[in-house]
């Protein structure tokens, strides 16, 4: 008997169990649904941290050119400029002589404070470097950008496309460029995010780590 009662407590038990590992019929659906505004966050998050790292930069080549074209800053100035940002900022990169060159070029090549509304100031900086290398032409230069953004190139996709003369080849058509964010799985997102986790300084680390919901 004490047999059968106990079998008989433990049915109730197991049925509990069984209904508590039951899973809600919607439960997939919303799942998915917070799975998307998680990745829709982290890429926003990224994209603002990538603005921050564009803007800065842009601000040191504005810096390096105007004091060229009014104090006669040379090549030696800008060497070092180049080691006393690298002594000062131990933890952040891109502070190498080319790389300010190329802040003085981005800066001339968009020289309104505006810039950041351009589709090239969403890029990583690796793009912009293969743009301004490359494509002279502001206009081309725009449309390969608006279309990086759209279809989510890596820098490499980039690159062949300017190669085999992409802008040509469709005949110039023009696409209006939208803040839409990248692909989500595209190389290009991939690389912002990439970018902003290791944000090149602690300031700016913490706030991908905050916004993006990145682990520590």
């Given at each position: 008997?004490?047999?059968?009662?106990?079998?008989?407590?433990?049915?109730?038990?197991?049925?509990?169990?069984?209904?508590?590992?039951?899973?809600?019929?919607?439960?997939?659906?919303?799942?998915?649904?917070?799975?998307?505004?998680?990745?829709?966050?982290?890429?926003?998050?990224?994209?603002?941290?990538?603005?921050?790292?564009?803007?800065?930069?842009?601000?040191?080549?504005?810096?390096?050119?105007?004091r060229q074209e009014t104090h006669g800053w040379g090549t030696g100035?800008?060497?070092?400029?180049?080691?006393?940002?690298?002594?000062?900022?131990?933890?952040?990169?891109?502070?190498?002589?080319?790389?300010?060159?190329?802040?003085?070029?981005?800066?001339?090549?968009?020289?309104?404070?505006?810039?950041?509304?351009?589709?090239?100031?969403?890029?990583?900086?690796?793009?912009?470097?293969?743009?301004?290398?490359?494509?002279?032409?502001?206009?081309?230069?725009?449309?390969?950008?608006?279309?990086?953004?759209?279809?989510?190139?890596?820098?490499?996709?980039?690159?062949?496309?300017?190669?085999?003369?992409?802008?040509?080849?469709?005949?110039?058509?023009?696409?209006?460029?939208?803040?839409?964010?990248?692909?989500?799985?595209?190389?290009?997102?991939?690389?912002?995010?990439?970018?902003?986790?290791?944000?090149?300084?602690?300031?700016?680390?913490?706030?991908?780590?905050?916004?993006?919901?990145?682990?520590?």
């Amino acid at each position: 008997m004490d047999d059968e009662r106990t079998d008989e407590q433990q049915q109730p038990l197991q049925s509990r169990r069984l209904r508590a590992l039951a899973l809600p019929t919607d439960y997939n659906t919303v799942l998915s649904d917070l799975k998307e505004r998680i990745h829709t966050t982290q890429m926003r998050a990224a994209l603002a941290v990538n603005r921050e790292l564009v803007t800065l930069y842009w601000h040191i080549g504005r810096t390096i050119s105007e004091r060229q074209e009014t104090h006669g800053w040379g090549t030696g100035v800008i060497a070092r400029l180049s080691a006393d940002l690298r002594r000062a900022f131990l933890d952040m990169t891109g502070f190498s002589p080319r790389n300010l060159r190329y802040m003085r070029t981005f800066a001339a090549t968009y020289p309104k404070p505006e810039f950041w509304q351009q589709a090239a100031a969403t890029l990583p900086w690796g793009h912009i470097m293969r743009l301004l290398d490359t494509v002279p032409d502001p206009a081309q230069r725009d449309w390969y950008a608006q279309m990086a953004n759209q279809h989510g190139w890596s820098r490499a996709v980039l690159a062949h496309q300017i190669d085999t003369r992409l802008y040509e080849r469709q005949g110039q058509a023009q696409t209006n460029f939208t803040r839409m964010l990248p692909p989500p799985q595209s190389d290009l997102a991939q690389q912002v995010l990439k970018n902003a986790a290791a944000a090149p300084s602690e300031q700016m680390a913490q706030k991908c780590r905050n916004r993006c919901l990145c682990p520590v």
